[in-house]
């Protein structure tokens, strides 16, 4: 049990560094070298990714798990795809009204996994859920501008994502493979759909060409970097999802937030007002909450569960008790990543 918690706050650790890191490079090769074309940087990334996964499979770092490929090929396009309406709708919105489809993630992804796993969020989880994202709210969104095409990018790329983080965790359980072996997988399908969209995107949002751009050496110091971040990115991702679950993994997504923020305010002097300072403390009154509830609960869990192992232990000294069942000694399980994980953050 220790070592399964080390693992969990040590794939937490990974990500908030590796995503903070990645924020910090991306916005000097963008906002500084006017390096504009995230999409098409996505799939640098992913291809990276993919080539250093298989010098790791190469080096015997992790063992290749081949499962069905239409479930990876699925996943894999809908990851891509989702990625790809993220960037749409950050380009067809005002930067308030991005930061309100960031937090429609949460309850869409609550809504879908009752819905469809019969997964259950107790009260208290939904009450600190609902204060970080208050905090969010009124640290990161300033302006909500509505116009019809950025409110249907919004609504899908929420969609997608939300399917895209619930079949990281459930493909995990259900084919028992790792982070390390799913991600290997879908990878060449994921960087294959944005290299292939990336361009006409970028040219769309930005109006320019990707391929025309001057890459100076300068630039290109900062296009490494952070294809190199993000092979850290992308697996502490997978990591994330598959030890707790999608709605934690969000959690984790708005603490980066409010890291990103602090940071940019300390050392590069962004401006910061007293909204940023409230909404900061809010959002992490609520991760606090959160964290303390699962933990709780994750508790309370395990004490039921060895009180009926021991329950079961007790009633198999007894075998008639199957027999006039009609028992054969199998329990009757559901799926296993069916489970709600999220108590296990």
Not at 47 to 53: A, E, G, I, Q
């Amino acid at each position: 049990m220790g070592d399964s918690k080390i693992g969990t706050v040590g794939a937490l650790s990974l990500s908030v560094v590796s995503s903070v890191s990645i924020v910090i490079c991306n916005k000097a090769l963008i906002s500084t070298l006017g390096f504009t074309f995230a999409t098409t940087l996505t799939s640098w990334h992913l291809l990276v990714t993919f080539c250093s996964l298989h010098v790791a499979l190469w080096m015997k770092l992790f063992e290749h798990k081949p499962f069905d490929p239409r479930a990876v090929m699925g996943f894999g396009i809908l990851n891509g795809i989702s990625i790809g309406l993220l960037n749409l709708s950050l380009g067809f919105n005002s930067v308030g009204f991005y930061q309100m489809t960031k937090l429609a993630i949460i309850p869409c992804t609550i809504l879908l996994e009752t819905l469809f796993f019969r997964k259950r969020f107790s009260r208290s989880i939904q009450f600190s859920l609902t204060i970080l994202l208050l905090g969010v709210g009124i640290a990161t969104v300033t302006d909500l501008q509505l116009n019809l095409l950025g409110s249907v990018l919004s609504l899908l790329a929420v969609f997608t994502t939300c399917i895209a983080q619930i079949m990281t965790n459930t493909i995990q359980k259900r084919f028992k493979v790792s982070s390390t072996q799913l991600l290997y997988q879908s990878c060449p399908y994921q960087a294959l759909t944005l290299f292939i969209v990336g361009p006409f995107l970028d040219g769309l949002l930005t109006n320019q060409n990707v391929f025309a751009f001057n890459y100076t050496p300068q630039v290109l110091v900062f296009i490494v970097l952070s294809c190199l971040i993000s092979v850290s990115v992308n697996f502490s991702t997978f990591l994330v999802i598959g030890k707790t679950s999608p709605v934690t993994y969000q959690v984790l997504g708005h603490l980066k937030t409010c890291l990103v923020l602090t940071f940019g305010y300390v050392l590069l002097h962004d401006p910061f007002n007293w909204r940023n300072i409230v909404g900061i403390l809010i959002a992490l009154v609520g991760m606090i909450l959160y964290s303390y509830f699962c933990s709780m609960e994750s508790q309370q869990k395990t004490a039921e569960s060895s009180t009926q192992l021991s329950q079961a232990k007790e009633s198999e000294s007894d075998p008639l008790i199957g027999v006039e069942n009609g028992s054969d000694g199998l329990a009757s399980k559901g799926p296993i990543w069916s489970s709600n994980k999220d108590l296990q953050a």
